[in-house]
């Protein structure tokens, strides 16, 4: 019975990959002739960098991104309120070698200077805040792992503001153009550039925090509450 | 306009930064703001037709745009409505002791952003970070303080949900790859009928919203998942969040279908929809536990959904705005008496403390009154006049005779008696003496109170049925300068 289950479902796949394979090959070949590359570098010189990649997530689709930014900022709330969850706050878990720190004094800083060239990069080359973020989480992730204290990680308002800090000011900037009168998002001519660069900087240490919250700082509580549902 | 966009996350990022019992207070100043923003809106859409609206100053394809229409403003102020209820008994419903409930009220906002950007969206990888954000918080408002079997109910979701996602991303992907837009009013523009591709894109957005609509047999996640949920979040998981992606599914459908689609996909999708009626009706009639009887409900209320597919391809366009009319009116009925329900059931548990159906003996003489709300809701179910869900299926009814598609008209009787079944076994269950225990509990007034005005509502739509739907069928103004509107 299980290995008909698994014939069956390694069958549907393979239909689904072979389905897919010919979808993008006849796709390719109607494809229609679009004209958003000509609208793009037409409108690049307005965006206030230099990117495309950097000019579509930032302005062009900036409402898109900053729903993203929501989506991490669920994830990482979700990830601290979880109750009673075993986390590596348990010393157990937490390994103090000496190789490994040595180690980390030549990594860390060499890291954080990677992740501020990638944020600084995105204007006018691939790099941006994921990237950088990402580079900050894995940092921070580092020095967990080789034991250094991080008390600024554990679930408190700092935590909790530094999670929403670049999502924040992501949406001032777009609330305080919305009342200037312009539309929701819509950067101030002239200064789309700065104020790219300044909720980019936001948005790699929040992006960091987030991605070093959701591996680090999940609470252990003992309080219980009694369920409503049922077993299904 | 803005205003309905920016206040949700406005309110979340600050809700965040608060405990439980401020974050109330802020989150019911916000409610009102909501509430007001959305009124405005629909009048101004009911007075002037509707319009897109450019983001971030960029028209669409290069930017996003949103459509504002009289079936966006409807939802818009259906949500509005029933997380306003939600929002205000889940301030008196959940305990606000407990550490991880000050993280409900940013879930609870990043939800309605999510809400309010489905039913504006235009375009669609825009629609899907609107589906990201409606499920990662479903998802977390699920687990929020739950143990382990919240946990893995709420995983399930979680994994049906991402799956779900993928598969309509990976058809936004080949429909991007090959109209070279994202735009969904642009694709309906240059779509022919012969597009092997595009089908199968269509094919696999579709299945990917049946599954986070749990249509039957994909709805294994739901019953778990609603039913272990804190109450006034179960009425916001099966009033609005499992109808943001049956509105994406419908919208693709309006657009694309007719050349896209199929009469065997059509048919197909309505058949299942048919099996969710009969399938999720008897299984709410055989649960032991009292939410799990209003979850199954809801599989079986979402399969009446599913019958817009067949009742609108290949019919005339009278018989397709009735079937769209009739379903637009179930979508919001049922909306209203499920967040009813849902509350009603959180109050008999906490007045019997216990989950289960059988311990409700004699509740009907201490807590009449939520009985009662739960009676009401259920008569909307059940589809009997005045109700709105009446109103909605005497529209799909009068659709199905006129395209001659007669079989559908079994399902929506059969299915109307089925709900009668579960509901009056809670009557019974609750009307029964011989109960050992007489010690009930009382909620305060208020949480009774919310139950009982969502379920009028549902009555009175019914009532308001013509207006209501006038609205929706508000002429669109495609006008090539679209200006913004900041009411």
Redesign the interface.
């Known amino acids: 019975m299980r290995r008909l289950l698994v014939l069956v479902s390694l069958a549907a796949c393979t239909a689904l990959t072979i ?2 394979a ?3 090959l ?3 070949e ?7 590359p000509q ?2 570098a037409a ?1 690049l010189g307005r965006s206030g960098v230099e990117h495309p990649t950097t000019a579509v997530l930032l ?6 991104t ?3 930014i ?2 991490l ?3 990482g ?2 990830g ?5 969850t075993r986390s590596l706050e348990d010393p157990a878990l937490r390994s103090s070698d000496v190789l490994l720190y040595a180690l980390q004094r030549w990594f860390v800083p060499l890291m954080l200077l990677l992740a501020a060239y990638l944020l600084w990069a995105g204007s006018h080359r691939p790099g941006g805040a994921f990237q950088a973020g990402a580079v900050l989480a894995a940092t921070g992730v580092l020095m967990r792992l080789g034991g250094l204290p991080m008390a600024f990680i554990r679930p408190g ?1 700092l935590l ?2 530094g ?2 800090l670049g ?2 000011v992501f ?1 001032l900037v ?2 305080a153009s ?1 009342l200037a009168g ?6 101030p001519p002239g200064m789309a550039g700065g104020l790219i660069l300044a909720i980019e900087t936001v948005l790699t240490l929040s992006i960091g925090m987030i991605l070093l919250a959701l591996f680090v700082a999940a ?1 252990v ?1 003992a ?3 009694p ?6 | ?2 205003g309905l ?2 206040t949700p ?2 309110w ?2 600050l809700s ?2 608060l405990d439980f019992r401020r974050g109330r207070w802020l989150s019911w100043l916000g409610m009102l703001i909501q509430v007001l923003v959305s009124l405005s809106l629909w009048f101004a859409v009911a007075g002037g037709g509707g319009f897109f ?6 028209e669409a ?4 745009a949103l459509r504002v229409d009289g079936l966006a403003v409807s939802f818009v102020l259906l949500t509005a409505a029933v997380a306003t209820a939600c929002g205000v008994h889940a301030g008196v419903y959940l ?1 606000p002791g ?3 409930q000050r ?1 409900f009220w ?2 609870f906002w ?1 939800l309605w ?2 809400l309010n ?1 489905v039913w504006l969206g235009a375009d669609l ?2 629609l899907y ?2 589906l ?2 409606i499920s ?2 479903a ?2 408002l699920v ?5 382990a ?3 893995r ?1 709420a995983l399930r979701y979680l994994f049906a949900a991402l799956l779900g996602s993928l598969a309509y991303l ?1 058809g936004v992907a ?1 429909l991007y ?5 994202l735009s969904l009013t642009g694709i309906a523009g ?1 779509v022919g009928a012969t ?4 089908a ?2 269509l094919l696999l957005m579709l299945a990917g919203l049946a599954l986070k609509t749990a249509l039957f047999p994909l709805h294994g996640w739901l ?2 998942a ?6 006034p979040v ?1 009425a916001l998981l099966s009033g609005l969040v499992v109808k943001a992606s049956f509105y994406i599914a419908a919208r693709l459908w309006l657009e694309l279908g007719d050349r896209l689609g199929s009469q065997l996909l059509a048919q197909g999708l309505g058949a299942l929809g048919a099996a969710a009626v009969l399938w999720g009706s008897w299984r709410a009639f055989r ?3 009292l ?2 009887v209003v ?1 199954y409900s809801s599989v079986a209320q979402i399969g009446y959904l599913f019958l817009l597919f067949p009742l609108t391809y290949a019919v005339a366009e009278p018989v397709s705005r009735l079937a769209q009319q009739g379903i637009t009116l179930q979508v919001i009925s049922h909306a209203l008496a499920k967040a009813a329900m849902f509350l009603a059931a ?1 109050n008999l ?1 906490l007045s019997v403390r216990s ?2 159906v059988d311990a409700l003996g004699g509740v009907s003489h201490f807590l009449p009154f939520s009985l009662f709300s739960f009676g009401l809701a259920g008569v909307s179910l059940m589809g009997m006049p005045p109700t709105g869900g009446f109103a909605a299926k005497w529209l799909l009814l009068q659709a199905s005779l006129a395209s001659g598609q007669w079989w559908w008209i079994a399902v929506l009787l059969l299915g109307g008696v089925l709900a009668a079944a579960y509901v009056f076994r809670i009557y019974r269950a609750s009307f029964l003496e011989d109960s050992v225990s007489d010690d009930f509990y009382h909620p305060p007034k208020t949480l009774e109170a919310i139950p009982m005005i969502l379920a009028l509502l549902a009555l009175g739509l019914g009532l308001v049925a013509e207006p209501v739907l006038s609205v929706l069928a508000l002429p669109f103004e495609v006008a090539a300068g679209v200006t ?1 509107v ?1 009411p």
């Not at chain 2, 609603?226 to 109450?231: C, P, R």
């Open positions: 389905a897919l010919l979808a993008v006849v796709a390719a109607s494809a229609v002739v679009s004209e958003l609208q793009l409108s302005n062009f689709r900036s409402y898109d900053l729903l993203e929501g989506v900022v669920i994830a709330m979700s601290i309120s979880l109750a009673s308002v909790r503001l999670l929403v999502f924040a949406l777009a609330i919305a312009e539309a929701f998002l819509a950067y609470p509580s309080e219980h509450e369920e409503e549902g049922g077993g299904s | 306009m803005a966009l920016f996350l406005a979340a990022a965040l930064l609206y450019a983001l971030a100053g960029w394809p290069l930017g996003i305990d407990k550490s991880w993280y940013p879930l990043f952003a999510g950007g990888f825009n970070v609107g990201e954000l990662l918080a998802v977390g687990a929020l303080g739950g143990e079997a919240a946990l109910a990976l080949l790859g090959q109209f070279g837009t240059v597009e092997p591709a595009a199968l894109a019953p778990p609603h039913g272990i949920a804190k109450s179960s649960q032991p536990y939410k799990q979850a959180g548990i989950k289960r913004a900041q």
